[in-house]
């Protein structure tokens, strides 16, 4: 399993989001942060802002789906074919268990699930 967090602009979420839906990837967690990237801010006259305004979404995946994932988040979140500076990052991080916990229900990297006693 693989956890793909994208970091997009705000108005690009609601794009990744239906994306993500359409090719069967409906859970996400989403919030809002703040911050910057190589470009260090926008400067508008003489006010510069460092802390940027983004959407941070946060998805786990089986590997297998990786690839297709990542094309479909860069797709609905580049502002151009070629996309620009500030259109986000995507960082991936493996994922060694999930616990649904409403079920207690356990599931491991190599794909056993177990019911865990509470």
Known sequence: MLMIRSIVRPE???NVM???MEAGF???TRMSVVGRGKQRGIKIGE???DEISKELLLTVIKD???EFVIQTIMSAARTSEKGAYGDGKIFVTPVEEVYTISSGIRETADGAI???AV
């Open 18 to 20: 239906a994306s993500l």
């Open 47 to 49: 006010i510069t802002y």
């Open 12 to 14: 690009k979420v609601h």
């Open 26 to 28: 409906p859970g996400v």
């Open 114 to 116: 177990e019911e865990v």
């Open 64 to 66: 297998e789906d990786r």
